[in-house]
């Protein structure tokens, strides 16, 4: 396992310690159609941010919707930096979504599924962005959680 995919792992378990306790939902369990509204929140070290997820079950497509704060002080203020990562559920029935385009920065959002009729998801969400006019780069990562 990489760095990567370890601190992935130890932040989806403290997402929601009762999820950790839950195994996510397999392809097989998520509806097989309609598309369903996620609001909930992004909480990584420095802030709590509100932030959504759009699933159409019927395409398997997945969009994000999040926003990070203003952070810093002084000269090293960044602005609220917004996302909208886009990507597709796979095989297993997770999903990993990326953004677009990456100008100034991005974020990625993993998630699974839990809960009858997948009324949970969760998972990480990893930002990397300039702040401000690129001298410096800002990155936060942390966990999320969000209910239809």
Do not use: W
Request: aromatic content about 8%.
């Amino acid at each position: 396992m990489t760095k990567l995919s370890k601190s992935v792992a130890v932040a989806l378990l403290l997402a929601s310690p009762a999820l950790a306790q839950q195994k996510p939902l397999t392809a097989n369990q998520l509806p097989k159609s309609g598309v369903i509204s996620y609001s909930g929140t992004f909480t990584s070290i420095d802030f709590t941010a509100p932030m959504a997820v759009t699933v159409d079950f019927g395409t398997g497509a997945v969009s994000a919707d999040i926003t990070v704060p203003q952070l810093g002080s002084d000269n090293s203020i960044s602005p609220p930096q917004e996302f909208k990562p886009t990507g597709m559920l796979d095989i297993d029935g997770d999903f990993v979504a990326v953004p677009t385009i990456f100008i100034g920065g991005g974020g990625i959002i993993q998630g699974n599924f839990y809960g009858h009729g997948a009324g949970t998801v969760a998972g990480t969400i990893i930002t990397q962005f300039c702040a401000p006019d690129c001298g410096l780069i800002r990155t936060r990562g942390g966990s999320f959680t969000a209910q239809q």
